[in-house]
């Protein structure tokens, strides 16, 4: 077939033994990748608002193009194009730093992800433990951030972050560990493989709750949106930038939930395995409707405070993702 | 750890109005909270004094923009026991229904503004003021307006209820038992949500009273005063009226009491519709004239018990206009038990007990 | 009730003895001649009211407080310094209550005139 060709071609280019050209199809393929993250991001504004629409009985936005489709541009261009203003106190580089090696280390972890099977910047046996470890810089990133802008909300909002990582950070590991001795490989495309039989969602239900509960709180989606909380501290770092910080906030927070569903979908859906449809659209289908999920997550609960969520990472989730761990064993060494 | 001082408002997306609070924190505990207020200060008991009897009820709406009936109802009251006029005892039951209608709406606006003071993106605001305006569609049928009524004659209520108003009541009544079900079981029982809510913000029975505390504020904290049975007015004592009293005295206590009352407030409509029927008298009242009737209690006590708490007003009355007339706020005094409530407790609690106090800042400052 | 100034307090501190646990309003009224502090004060048990009111001479307007027997009685206290001019002795907190208003007199005295341009102190 004509598309398996030309990602065939795409592959090689990737994997070429000479440097130069194997640099430049890398840098190709995370154009397209930030590409998609962008379109990604930009649908998911939408699908957020109209969907969050619909629970509450709104109609959500419809007089900006179809279905108010347009309705996220109008308002971007509208952020963007407002004064940039940066408070006395606040660190400039730092500021407009952070949010670059954000979509940096976002887009970086989506470059390590397979596509399908020829669709991967490079295949590393290692690929899942890189991946965390650059997970561990947002935290730091977004810490920053609170910091740089020299608020006392945005300094609150730091502490916040920075106590909500000592409670999740260590379950998360330990999860994502489990997977690659289920998978006995800590390569992608082996867990994945691994995958095609039972679903690792099903292999093992704790740990794919502890690692959703815990990917909801990486993203700061909520209940567990404290840096941002909109009613105490007004907007976390945001409160005193301008608009057009809002709006990279923004585009952020939907490429990091892209990242995460991604995640998901590949260390507990399968990636992309499924009849039928090209793999690559099976693992964005997957991707989209654990996204939904967590958009429904949103409009469900009330917002968790910073001792509660101490209290529950280490009195439950972290027994819980050792239970999960010792089972696990059990189940694959027999 | 350094103590942090941190200035909230009084712009900010949970203060219910223009409220400043001026929060002592160690790293993220409350050391010390002082409301300062008196940004909608407008001088109602100043105002009053320069305006004829009948020409104040506009005013009294705009206190508590949330409840304006009530308000309203409570200086009408005031107004009627200083005149020396008899409310009939039909035009009583058409008031006590319109009130508690007044308070499910406003009950509904409380509970959708709690649950956006915890962080639900929204939702159960959403639902709180879906809901909220069914209720003011079925004043606007009643009374001929949306929000400020003014509705309140002398002795009586503005016009009689249009013919379809008690089937329409019935109606929307039906639907709303059945709603609240949808309330209780998605937010009250919503696990976070009792994480956030039980045993936070406890306000024990003894500093209750001693700080004065009103309303629902007291009956959490296990006090059995409602004044619509200690000091029944109108025919609620005739309606075999139950106060809700909960003796947890925290936020969720207090949330709770608030749906058990919309509960008791559907319960005496129903009943209302039913022994109004036989009632005698009409319930108009008289029309708003430029002379009323000379005084003849020169001062005159009334307290009501207003969605949000107790309402007092102390009035002492001249030929035409009210010579002084002085205003309990509910809120007023449940705004000043907040750093006792508040102190010792997580910042991010601070506005979950601000919301439960359930504040409207126009009410607090006058 | 009528009580003279000085038995204020003392008066305040039996009814609270006898029961009336509840302070449900501080106000004033100004008759020109006098200027009358109106305590509202309730026995939850016996479900009653009493009203004690007294009389101050308006040259020399000021109360105790009674924030030792009534936690809740500051913020009516500091409303009433604020509007009347009633100063209020032994009282600890020296901020008044609404924000701070630098134009001449009191506002709910009748010696205020009402509509009249805002002029500074």
């Known amino acids: ?334 | 750890m350094a103590i942090t001082r941190i200035n909230i408002g009084p712009v900010h997306p949970s203060t219910h109005g223009v409220a400043r609070l001026v929060v002592d924190l160690d790293g993220d505990t409350i050391v010390k909270v002082e409301p300062h207020i008196g940004y909608l200060h407008r001088g109602v008991e100043k105002l009053v004094e320069n305006r004829i009897y009948m020409q104040s009820p506009p005013y009294m709406e705009k206190i508590d923009y949330v409840a304006p009936m009530a308000v309203d109802e409570l200086y009408v009251a005031t107004v009627e026991k200083a005149l020396n006029v008899d409310v009939s005892e039909k035009a009583s039951y058409a008031r006590i229904i319109l009130l508690e209608l007044q308070r499910i709406a406003s009950h509904l606006f409380f509970i959708g503004s709690v649950t956006n003071d915890l962080g639900q993106s929204f939702t159960g605001f959403m639902w709180g003021f879906m809901d909220r305006d069914k209720v003011l569609r079925l004043l606007e049928n009643a009374t001929g307006q949306r929000m400020f009524y003014v509705n309140m004659r002398l002795g009586g209520i503005n016009r009689e209820f249009p013919k379809d108003f008690e089937y329409e009541t019935k109606e929307f009544l039906d639907y709303f038992e059945k709603r609240l079900k949808d309330y209780e079981n998605f937010i009250e029982k919503n696990p976070i949500f009792i994480q956030r809510m039980k045993g936070v913000g406890i306000l024990n029975l003894d500093d209750a009273i001693n700080l004065g505390v009103t309303g629902h504020v007291l009956r959490a904290s296990g006090v059995k005063y409602d004044v619509r049975k200690n000091n029944p007015y109108y025919k609620y004592s005739e309606l075999n009226f139950h106060p809700k009293i909960l003796s947890d005295g925290d936020n969720l206590s207090r949330f709770r009491i608030r749906v058990m009352e919309i509960r008791e407030s559907i319960r005496l409509i129903r009943d209302s519709f039913y022994k109004m029927e036989s009632a005698d008298g009409s319930m108009v009242g008289m029309p708003v004239k430029l002379f009323s009737p000379k005084p003849t209690n020169k001062i005159s006590i009334v307290n009501r018990e207003l969605p949000r708490g107790e309402g007092l007003m102390y009035m002492v009355a001249d030929d035409k206009k009210p010579y002084r007339l002085s205003m309990r706020a509910p809120t007023f005094i449940n705004l000043a038990a907040l750093n006792k409530i508040a102190k010792g407790h997580k910042l991010a609690d601070l506005f979950s007990i601000f919301g439960t106090l359930d504040m409207v800042m126009a009410d607090v400052d006058r | ?121």
């Not at chain 1, 590991?173 to 994945?192: E, R």
Request: charged residues 20%; glycine residues 6%.
């Open chain 3, 1 to 121: 009730m009528s009580i003279e100034k000085k038995d204020l307090v003392k008066s305040i501190e039996q009814a609270y003895s006898e029961g009336y646990t509840y302070l449900v309003k501080i106000t004033a009224v100004d008759y020109v001649k006098t200027v009358n502090v109106i305590y509202i004060l309730r026995s939850l048990d016996k479900n009653q009211d009493k009203i004690l009111e007294c009389e101050l001479d308006p040259a020399n307007l000021s109360v105790e407080t009674i924030t030792h027997i009534y936690e809740g009685a500051d913020w009516y206290e500091r409303e009433m310094q604020e509007m009347f001019g009633v100063r209020i002795n032994g009282r600890k907190a020296k901020r008044l209550i609404l924000e701070k208003w630098d134009g001449k007199g009191y506002p709910l005295r009748k010696s205020f005139e009402w509509g009249k341009p805002y002029e500074k102190e």
């Open chain 1, 1 to 334: 077939m004509l598309i398996d060709n030309i990602l065939n071609y795409f592959y090689s280019g990737l994997n070429s033994s000479n440097l130069l050209v194997s640099i430049l199809f890398i840098a190709i393929y995370a154009i397209l990748i930030s590409i998609m993250i962008s379109v990604f991001a930009y649908v998911f504004g939408w699908v957020e608002r109209k969907m969050i629409a619909k629970v509450q009985r709104r109609h959500g936005p419809n007089r900006v193009g179809k279905w108010g489709l347009l309705q996220n541009l109008a308002d971007l261009v509208k952020l963007i194009t407002k004064e940039k203003i940066i408070p006395e106190d606040a660190d400039p580089l730092l500021l407009n730093l952070a949010p670059i090696l954000l979509v940096g280390v976002v887009t970086f972890i989506i470059l390590l992800m397979p596509f399908s099977s020829y669709l991967q910047a490079t295949n590393l046996g290692l690929g899942l433990l890189i991946i965390f470890v650059i997970l561990g810089f947002t935290p730091i990133l977004l810490f920053i951030t609170g910091y740089a802008t020299g608020g006392k909300f945005a300094e609150l909002g730091a502490q916040r972050s920075v106590l909500m990582l000592i409670s999740y950070e260590i379950p998360m590991i330990i999860v994502v560990a489990t997977v690659g001795i289920a998978a006995g490989s800590y390569n992608l495309t082996s867990i994945m493989n691994m995958q095609s039989g039972l679903f690792n969602a099903f292999l093992m239900p704790i740990g794919f709750f502890i690692f959703f509960v815990v990917m909801l709180a990486e993203l700061e989606r909520p209940p567990f949106d404290l840096r941002e909380a909109d009613s105490e501290l007004i907007a976390g770092w945001l409160t005193d930038v301008s608009a057009p910080y809002y709006a990279v906030a923004l585009m952020l927070d939907y490429t990091r939930m892209f990242m995460g569903s991604l995640l998901i979908a590949i260390l507990f859906f399968g990636g992309w395995s499924g009849p039928i449809l090209p793999g690559i659209l099976w693992l964005v289908i997957k991707a989209f409707v654990i996204s939904l999920f967590i958009i429904l997550v949103r409009v469900a609960v009330v917002r968790m405070r910073v001792d509660k969520i101490l209290k529950t990472g280490w009195m439950y989730l972290l027994p819980l993702s050792i239970v999960n761990l010792l089972l696990t064993l059990i189940i694959v060494l027999k």
